[in-house]
């Protein structure tokens, strides 16, 4: 059996973020997480192409190095810019009046030819229901006794002209696309938020530094994104603007740092440096807070906004992942203004505890759906090179185990001497 190791990479606003992994039995485990600065992104459209493929050889390269074996392909990550859904019915005959992968594979090959919107291309087709025999499961009925099966099929699209772009430019840095995925697609499927919402709605927020990514999950399905051009950069600029520090000083801070809650309030220094004329200079808990409170309401304000027709429609909570989760300020801020409960998800997944990588675990999950009907298993990694590089740590694992059992039998005797 091929070993199911695969790479996935994300275009944020900021920088590349690359996830490799391998499934082995129900696990999966990490192999390497790495993430590059990047400056010719901005909005999620490529602004600067040349230093968008000079971040992703970079990433491509020095994840090769520490792996020991060459990234092939990856799963690429798009964003939910200008998200459509087309929900379709699709029916097929089954091949012998049994149901197999080859009928639900057909359904979807069926479905992916549906006439879309010119501004949008197929990201996913899910499969959200299967019927026969007037049954339906969201399981797949393999092996099921049917002359028909009908798949609900819901096909997840988003900007054209953001997908090729992206595209083109990992096949310009010699790197092929294994499969790709939408984000909040990825997310739900991390963070099994499908099956949460049978009895509720669930708003979910991926927060970047630039961007607000919001989408609205409804039984069981994907229904709605909405793009905010607004996010954690509108708090760290009020840092920024009034103490002038480093910006990823200023990021850990904000992030970690914050409360508006006044009996938590320290008025404590919490960091402390000097200026260019050597001047010391200190911050309190209490200062950034005050310094950044406005800022943060006025994004949590928005978001209220944004989602008040969801809000006013029924029971529904709020999920938030990506950079913002981990600025539990933020997240308490928005639970006050929406006046619903919303909680952060950090992935469980060793190596990888990081909302901020909440995406690009999910695609894996979302691709090994897609091999249930498809078979079609590849790998990322060069296997040869991969193979050849555990053959050789594991006969230096040995040797070395040999080795200590034969310093073992000596030490006894030199104890003995003294």
């Known amino acids: 059996m091929i070993k199911q190791i695969y790479g996935a990479l994300e275009f944020t606003d900021r920088e590349i973020k690359l996830v490799v992994g391998e499934f082995y039995n129900t696990r999966f485990n990490i ?29 491509i390269r020095r994840a090769n190095e520490l792996i020991g074996a060459s990234i092939e392909r990856v799963i690429l990550i798009i964003p939910s810019v200008n998200f459509k859904r087309f929900p379709l019915k699709v029916n097929v005959k089954t091949a012998n009046g049994i149901v197999s992968k080859n009928d639900i594979n057909r359904a979807v090959k069926k479905a992916m030819k549906t006439s879309i ?27 099921e006794i049917s002359e028909d099966l009908i798949v609900d099929i819901d096909l997840l699209c988003a900007d054209k002209a953001i997908t090729f772009d992206y595209v083109s430019v990992l096949e310009e840095c010699g790197v092929q696309i294994l499969d790709i995925s939408l984000d909040m697609f990825a997310v739900c499927k991390e963070a099994a938020l499908f099956e949460q919402t049978v009895n509720q709605n669930i708003i979910l927020l991926k927060i970047d530094y630039e961007t607000t990514t919001l989408a609205l999950i409804s039984k069981g399905k994907l229904v709605n ?43 404590d220094s919490i960091f402390a440096w000097k200026n260019n004329e050597g001047v010391s200079n200190s911050i309190s ?30 029971q529904t909570n709020i999920v938030v992942v990506g950079e913002g989760a981990k600025m539990d300020a933020l997240v308490k801020m928005i639970s006050d203004e929406t006046k619903v409960n919303a909680k952060t998800y950090f992935p469980e997944t060793i190596g990888i505890r990081d909302s901020a990588y909440v995406t690009l675990l999910g695609s894996f999950y979302g691709y090994r759906d897609m091999l249930q009907i498809n078979d079609n298993m590849q790998s990322s990694i060069n296997l040869f090179q991969f193979s050849e590089l555990v053959e050789k740590k594991t006969i230096d694992n040995e040797e070395e185990s040999i080795t200590a059992r034969i310093k073992n039998l000596f030490e006894p005797k030199k104890r003995e001497e003294l």
């Not at 968008?52 to 990433?59: H, P, Q």
């Not at 499969?127 to 969201?138: D, F, L, P, W």
């Not at 840092?239 to 409360?259: A, E």
């Open 31 to 59: 192999i390497r997480v790495e993430k590059e600065p990047c400056k010719g992104i901005e909005d999620f459209e490529i602004k600067d192409r040349e230093a968008v493929k000079k971040s992703v050889t970079n990433i």
């Open 117 to 143: 919107d010119r501004d949008v291309m197929i990201i996913n087709a899910v499969c959200v229901k299967y019927t026969c025999n007037g049954i339906s499961t969201r399981r797949i009925p393999e092996k």
């Open 225 to 267: 994104c909405e793009i905010l051009y607004n996010g954690l950069d509108s708090i760290l600029k009020k840092v920024n603007d009034k103490y002038h520090l480093p910006y990823n000083v200023i990021d850990r801070l904000v992030k970690y740092n914050t409360t508006f809650t006044p009996n938590e309030f320290s008025d």
């Open 285 to 314: 808990e209490s200062e950034l807070s005050d310094t950044v409170k406005e800022a943060t309401r006025n994004l949590a304000v928005e978001i209220k906004e944004t989602c008040n027709p969801i809000l006013n429609s029924g």
